[in-house]
Nanobody
Framework: QVQLVESGGGLVQPGGSLRLSCAASGLTLEYYAIGWFRQAPGKEREGVSCIKRRDGRTYYSDSVKGRFTISRDNAKNTVYLQMDSLKPEDTAVYYC??????????????????WGQGTQVSVSA
């Protein structure tokens, strides 16, 4: 059974940092593109970051570029999202998903077939 599990969310003050983890069972993450998405209350889910399988190229939305860093640890079958300089507008449920490299290029949810349950990130003073 394929399962993705996000962890590392929580409450942090503006300007703080969190590192989210996406761990997998029943799936070898290095064989997939891995995307991070988020959904804020009352808003549609949006792509935040993505790392390709083939060449490890990384992608970031304009709203997080320069503040977030995506990375892989294949030995641990885990993908991370390091989030620095957090802002209140980063508050959302964050999801990781496994899919095709093309999904990183177009940031489309339908390119990702396996999803985690999400982890809450709240940025507030």
């Amino acid at each position: 059974q394929v399962q993705l599990v996000e962890s590392g969310g929580g409450l942090v003050q503006p300007g703080g940092s969190l590192r989210l983890s996406c761990a997998a069972s029943g799936l070898t993450l290095e064989y997939y593109a891995i995307g991070w998405f988020r959904q804020a209350p009352g808003k549609e889910r949006e792509g935040v970051s993505c790392i390709k399988r083939r060449d490890g190229r990384t992608y970031y939305s304009d709203s997080v570029k320069g503040r977030f860093t995506i990375s892989r640890d294949n030995a641990k079958n885990t993908v991370y999202l390091q989030m620095d300089s957090l802002k209140p507008e980063d508050t959302a449920v964050y999801y990781c998903a496994a899919g095709r490299d093309y999904g990183c290029e177009v940031s489309q949810e339908n390119q990702f077939g396996s999803w985690g349950q999400g982890t809450q990130v709240s940025v507030s003073a």
